[in-house]
């Protein structure tokens, strides 16, 4: 799968922001489908995830209530919604995708990565 990623910027606290995950290669109903993001000095992390398949979604706690992934199976792209966004969100974020069945948040079961826009939250 062949992923490419876009819609970061600058926005205050408090903002939205969506990013868009375009696939190509296979459908994204086809494999589970996930948002990473690492900040400055920090190690990579999951954000969010989805899986037609195997219908299931999940969010790490820290943006559950904030972020919703969602889906565009005809245009074959996956969507991250991001409200209220807090400067502790700023972060390269990335789309990746995995042959697993279910949403799973280890990055190494990751096989397929999208090219990171970055996102700047300022207080």
């Known amino acids: 799968v062949q992923l490419q990623a876009s819609g970061g910027g600058l926005v205050q606290a408090g903002g939205s922001l969506r990013l868009s995950c375009a696939a190509s290669?296979?459908?994204?109903?086809?494999?589970?489908m996930g948002w990473f993001r690492q900040a400055p000095g920090k190690e990579r992390e999951f954000v969010a995830g989805?899986?037609?398949?195997?219908?299931?979604?999940y969010y790490a706690d820290s943006v559950k209530g904030r972020f919703i992934i969602s889906g565009d199976i005809a245009k074959n792209t996956v969507y991250l919604q991001m409200n209220s966004l807090k400067p502790e969100d700023t972060a390269v974020y990335y789309c990746?995708?995995?042959?697993?069945?279910?949403?799973?948040?280890?990055?190494?079961?990751?096989?397929?990565w999208g090219q990171g826009p970055l996102v700047t939250v300022s207080s």
């Open positions: 990746a995708a995995s042959g697993y069945n279910m949403v799973v948040v280890e990055s190494w079961k990751y096989d397929s």
């Open positions: 989805v899986s037609w398949s195997g219908s299931s979604i």
């Open positions: 290669g296979r459908t994204v109903s086809s494999v589970a």
